[in-house]
């Protein structure tokens, strides 16, 4: 809702202001002479969504992740961006700069939560949401967030589809690819309990879990569970909906095709692209690794506390990344573990809950 203000000397031009129902913080100084026509009191509130870019080593695409955040439709006093990053680089850091974007250069011994947690406690907004250096938002992809958050109650999670692209930018010729990111079952808007996805999405398509570049979640969630987050290096995606699924509130599928997924040769998880024997193996070696240690932890802390249905998905989880990791030679990766009988059982088991879990 627009309101108008009037004020005399310095502030003598009328301000419309965007109040939400969601007002955090009043930041007017004292004697700045406002008063508010249509309205009793005058609220100045946080900004309303957050962006995160985060960028581990990488440099070659940042400049136009952070333009395509700068581009969005939203206006930009709804909106708040930080940059964090484990290096330093002239020609970047002049373009962070002078876009007036904070940034933070974190030490690259920081996991991927941790680097997460820094930037929270400067960027401000109510709903949070992530940009992979490497990939990109539609110039809508912000307004359709802050209808979402502002339209509906009881709201936590948020969740787009989105278009792959190349190191190039084109879109990737592929329908297997395409799918993945706009699969058939998430082609309409789905609003609903998160705990309900469960029996509402069959089968179940593994990108509405993944992908941060797609997903913005409630802000105070975060900081709930920011103990668990400081300690992963990955997963991070699955995990913001894991908690949102223990918070059991309502999430969002936006079909809108509002990200573009940028899949190219230096992607950890990826096999897609021409590259020697060794080097898939040593990509999809950390990659396991890296998820395994993740998975542990959150299914340490959360297995057996919250039931069945948040059981279902960690045990799903956990073993998928067993699974992975056990069909590569132990010349190649150990993870101190080998699967049984029993994790078999457990597995199908936990896929039966939703028909499909993950791909494999």
Known sequence: ??????????????????????????ILPKNCGVKVINKGCLYAFMKNIGVIISAYNRKK???????????????????????????????????????????????????????????????????????EDDDLYEKDRLLHIYNAFENQDKFIYFHNNATPINSDGKVIDSVKIINYYDPYPLRNKLYFRARDTIYKLKPWPAYFTSNPSSQAIDRELLEKWKMILEQLDTFIDPFLFIISLIEDAYVINDPAKLTLIRLHENNDSSTLFNRSFEEIVEKKRHFLMRAYTAVKIVHKEFYGKFGKIIDSVLESTYLWILFNASTWPSKYIYLGERISIMDVSKYIKAKKKFEYAYQI
Request: hydrophobic share 40%; glycine share 4%; with cysteine.
């Open 61 to 131: 695409y940042i400049k136009y992740a952070l333009h395509s955040v700068l581009s969005q439709s939203l206006p930009k006093e709804l909106y708040d961006i930080i940059v964090i990053k484990n290096y330093k680089d002239e020609d970047i850091d002049n373009y962070i700069t002078a876009n007036n974007v904070k940034s933070i250069v974190a030490s690259n011994e920081t996991t991927y939560g941790k680097r997460i947690l820094m930037a929270l406690e400067q960027v401000e907004g109510r709903v949070i949401t992530f940009l």
């Open 1 to 26: 809702m627009l309101i108008n203000i009037s004020a005399g000397g310095h502030y003598s031009e009328t301000i419309k202001i965007m109040l939400t129902k969601r007002i955090i913080r009043c």
